[in-house]
């Protein structure tokens, strides 16, 4: 009769999952699982603070759209991993976190870092679980992927007190299921609406989500709009399911981005709403005409119909739901009339896209030193122009600008914070993103407020030999001190103001390389010169810090503030 513990068969469960990397920071707690993941196919990749190593896994899932294992012990390290499961939930990613705790017959005893964590991370999750037996440590860890991965993605929590993983249990005895779940439920007739719709509508746009990626739609649309003639737009991780230089890819939802966006949206007497959630980045639904006609798909039932009434909703995989309209334009032989129908809207929403970008291109051609953020942005935008090229933006008004700029050429290769907003996902991300494609060049554009966060993630980058880092210093919590003035007339300096600080230096010190942009015409030779140099590297840009971004004006008006309230 064989004994093993809990931290081994929880070892081997992640090993028979094909789970490449655990991301962690240890702790005693989580040490029985450690003992047996070292040597194994399993690589231990360990992070400065526990909300960076739950960033660098909701990247990771994000990328890969399998689950990805954060790893972090208990009481503190619980409470440090919270921040990243938020953000993980808002962006739909499979992060899988399992955490240790103190024993169970310490319990109500005041033991080391002892806190009641189900109950505090239970809201935040899809589903939360506590495993009391050491022989049943695989069945939850199969539960915990299942539940990550199935209909609509997202984090779960999987609690494995200190005892449990050291308690010795019969091997032969251990069940261990292996669950695999895979459905794209569709009604047909679905479709078919959708199709008679399309036929009714003169201005229709395709808005694609974060659903249209995690489905593996991107194909799937590019067909679709080609065939049907159908502009569309993409929003969060939807971003680059189609590229933003197909003829009738308009670039990102968001109305604050120069071109076609606003006027689209507003204009369009039909909408299809494909993976994605109506939220403020549409405002609430107020964006699109009250008598547009509005179909909503997406993998959860309840998100049909948030903030708006839709005409139809279409519950099922985004996927599937292309798929069938695809092979219904080829069957009823309706693509050259839909075509045809369409044209001259296509050709207003290209005219709109021209002409929406002239205000703006002055702001990303500025001479002006302090350097216009929006130029740090076009010329990060610029350099970074391969397919495979992946760009992290982080920070308030900065992850604007790069948000308003961005060419997204590929899916996967374009990441934000997300609906949750949470800053000092950068770093981690851009990490995150490295290790998975240690091919690709990946470039992180941060706030110097952001930054400050998970600064010794910088410390990770050079120990593993990852990605470079452009900071828009603009000296201060940008958005807050901008919404601030907008709003009191000023900016409360007790708060906002962070001071000039070489971050360049910083990182030089910790074994990098760094550099001083000044003056926009510096900013490329920097660039060039941080991807030559085979290290980690800072580029510290000083940007203009009265520069006032669409978010900060945005965020002045939040809660009743453009009334004085």
Not at 129 to 141: D, Q, S
Not at 255 to 272: C, N, T, Y
Not at 483 to 505: E, M, N, P
Request: proline share 5%; aromatic share 8%; charged share 20%.
């Amino acid at each position: 009769m064989e004994q093993v513990i809990g931290g081994r068969l929880a070892a081997e469960a992640l090993i028979e999952r094909g789970v490449e990397y655990v991301f962690t920071l240890s702790g005693g707690h989580i040490t029985p699982i450690y003992q047996f993941l070292e040597g194994s196919p399993v690589k231990i990749f360990d992070t400065r603070h526990e909300q960076a190593a739950v960033f660098m896994a909701e990247a990771w899932a994000r990328m890969t759209r399998k689950p990805a294992v954060a790893l972090v012990t208990a009481g503190p390290g619980f409470t440090n991993a919270l921040s990243g499961i938020a953000n993980a939930r808002l962006s739909n990613a499979p992060v899988v976190l399992i955490a240790g705790c103190v024993g169970l017959e310490s319990a109500e005893k005041l033991d080391l870092q002892d806190m009641s964590q189900l109950p505090v991370i239970a809201p935040m999750v899809k589903k939360a679980w506590v495993c009391t037996v050491a022989g049943r440590i695989p069945e939850f860890i199969d539960m915990a992927f299942r539940t990550a991965a199935s209909g609509r993605p997202g984090p779960v929590y999987l609690e494995l007190p200190c005892d449990v993983l050291n308690a010795a249990v019969d091997l032969a005895k251990v069940r261990r299921p292996r669950s695999r779940v895979e459905s794209r439920p569709l009604d047909p007739e679905g479709a078919r609406e959708i199709l008679a719709m399309l036929q009714a509508a003169h201005s229709p746009v395709v808005i694609a989500g974060s659903g249209v990626w995690y489905a593996g739609a991107g194909e799937a649309l590019r067909a679709f709009v080609e065939q049907a003639g159908v502009p569309v737009f993409t929003g969060n991780s939807g971003r680059g399911s189609i590229s933003d230089t197909h003829p009738l890819c308009f670039q990102s939802s968001l109305v604050i981005r120069p071109g076609a966006a606003f006027f689209s949206l507003a204009s369009a007497d039909l909408i299809l709403f494909l993976g994605s959630r109506l939220s403020l980045f549409y405002l609430f639904g107020d964006i699109f005409r009250k008598d547009a006609r509005f179909i909503q798909a997406d993998i959860e039932a309840e998100e049909i119909g948030r903030n708006r009434s839709v005409d139809l909703g279409v519950v099922g995989d985004v996927r599937a739901l292309l798929e069938e309209l695809n092979r219904g334009v080829a069957a009823q032989g309706i693509g050259g009339e839909l075509r045809g129908r369409f044209q001259v809207w296509v050709e207003s929403v290209r005219k709109a896209d021209a002409d929406g970008k002239v205000p703006t291109r002055p702001l990303w051609e500025s001479e002006a030193v302090p350097i216009h953020p929006l130029r740090l942005a076009r010329e990060v935008d610029a350099f970074m122009d391969r397919e495979e090229d992946i760009v992290v933006a982080d920070g308030g008004d900065t992850q604007v600008w790069m948000g308003m700029t961005r060419t997204v050429r590929k899916g996967g290769r374009y990441f934000e914070s997300g609906l949750y907003g949470c800053l000092a996902v950068g770093l981690p991300f851009a990490n995150a993103a490295q290790l998975r494609h240690p091919e690709s060049r990946v470039l992180l554009i941060t706030g110097d407020g952001s930054v400050g966060f998970n600064f010794m993630e910088f410390h990770t980058a050079i120990r593993r030999g990852l990605p470079i880092v452009v900071i828009a210093n603009d000296e201060s919590w940008g958005m807050i001190a901008h919404s601030q003035t907008l709003r009191l007339g000023h900016s409360i300096a007790d708060g906002t103001w962070l001071g000039r600080v070489d971050y360049h230096r910083l990182v030089e010190a910790l074994g990098g390389f760094g550099a001083l942009v000044e003056k926009p015409e510096e900013i490329r030779p920097a660039l060039e010169a941080a991807f030559a140099s085979g290290r980690t590297a800072c580029v510290n840009v000083m940007v203009d810090p009265s520069v006032i971004s669409p978010g900060s004006v945005a965020l002045a008006n939040l809660g009743g503030y453009a009334a004085g309230q």
